[in-house]
């Protein structure tokens, strides 16, 4: 297991690969699908016995899964916090899936662009990832195997309701289409709370970086449907994508008034974030995330170049090495790795020496 954390940590999450469609403004594409299995309980009402018959059926369907392909099955209740935390900072599971962790577990594709919770709200949360615009990709890849598992696990379907669930706005197709998305200039043109708003009225949702129940930070916003039941997959697709297409352009708007009109001031905002990730003592989570989203607007506008100097010294950012700094300055990452658990401020001390390091900074 350890060796399994251990090449995790070798590279960033599929999510943060920087590559795709539009991937300056929509950092990943997620499909989820909920499933639960007939002739067992759903989870209010589920058994300790029960959960772990779920667990056996679940786990023998997924080892004969060919889009799958081997799976790495993790349990819940053998990982210790910090790894669990970590798991959740991948957007591997969910915060929920790592409370109450008996009979609970992960089965993480290759890449870890496929994962599935086992007895979490549904007997099986399976979702894929992409990075940048690419809800297209993720659910072809997700059909896939959703066809395979159907084969070899009885679903709990109706033909008046379509799939079953336990909450009942994943009722009907059991897909939540989601999208990660930056978007600092809608915030610094204090723009965003009109476009969240209007989102809303048209039947998606948007959330924090870690999904329901968390705020926005660092500029970043996952937006989804709201309800399942009642449209096709392809109809939750193409409604997420509309709207998404004009939330892009209003991003897009935002950033080159930015450029026309504040150049000088958004210039200033970008390299004093900049100099304070490069020279800091200390840093918390949030300021990272704060501080680091404005590095990658800068480098999106082209306002910092390779290797960290201005446009004109080719000596700059780019992309990967921030989403790379998002993802490894979070707390449990930086715990893995130092090998050891960390208190907040030792984190806060870890995490700035992280980001010095990778910038060039002074010690």
């Not at 590559?19 to 929509?26: E, H, K, L, N, T």
């Not at 993720?138 to 909450?167: F, H, K, M, Q, R």
């Not at 082209?302 to 921030?322: C, F, Q």
Request: proline share 3%.
């Amino acid at each position: 297991m350890l060796k399994a954390f251990d090449e995790f940590l070798k590279h960033p999450s599929e999510w943060l690969r920087g590559a795709g469609p539009v991937s300056d403004i929509v950092m990943s594409s997620r499909i989820r699908l909920a499933r639960n299995l007939e002739k067992f309980p759903f989870a209010t009402r589920a058994t300790a016995a029960s959960q772990v018959e779920v667990f056996k059926v679940v786990k023998d369907g997924l080892m004969h899964s060919v889009t799958l392909k081997q799976p790495l099955i993790l349990e819940i209740r053998e990982l210790d916090e910090v790894d669990r935390q970590f798991l959740v900072e991948r957007h591997l599971v969910s915060r929920e899936h790592i409370v109450h962790a008996d009979h609970k577990a992960v089965a993480i594709g290759q890449g870890e662009v496929i994962s599935v919770m086992i007895n979490e709200e549904d007997h099986l949360r399976i979702q894929v990832m992409q990075s940048g615009m690419n809800l297209r990709d993720a659910w072809s890849i997700i059909d896939a195997l959703d066809d395979e598992l159907s084969e070899a696990l009885p679903y709990a379907y109706s033909t008046d309701w379509g799939y079953l669930t336990c909450c009942p706005t994943n009722t009907g197709t059991g897909m939540r289409a989601s999208v990660m998305v930056h978007l600092p200039s809608l915030v610094l043109t204090k723009q965003i709370n009109k476009v969240l708003h209007t989102i809303t009225k048209l039947g998606l949702t948007a959330r924090g970086l870690y999904g329901e129940g968390t705020e926005a930070s660092g500029n970043f916003f996952q937006i989804s449907n709201q309800v399942s039941l009642g449209r096709s997959e392809e109809e939750l697709i193409e409604n997420i994508e509309r709207i998404l297409k004009e939330v892009i352009h209003q991003e897009q708007a935002g950033r080159e008034s930015l450029l026309s009109n504040s150049r000088t001031q958004l210039e200033d905002r970008v390299w004093r974030a900049f100099g304070i990730l490069k020279h800091a003592k200390t840093m918390s989570s949030n300021e990272a995330l704060d501080l680091l989203s404005a590095v990658r607007l800068g480098v999106d506008l082209g306002l910092m170049a390779p290797n960290g100097g201005s446009p004109s010294s080719g000596n700059g950012m780019d992309r990967t090495k921030v989403n790379e700094l998002f993802l490894f300055s979070q707390p449990a990452h930086l715990q893995k790795l130092e090998g050891k658990a960390l208190t907040a401020k030792e984190r806060d001390t870890k995490r700035a020496q992280l980001i010095r390091s990778k910038l060039g900074g002074q010690g």
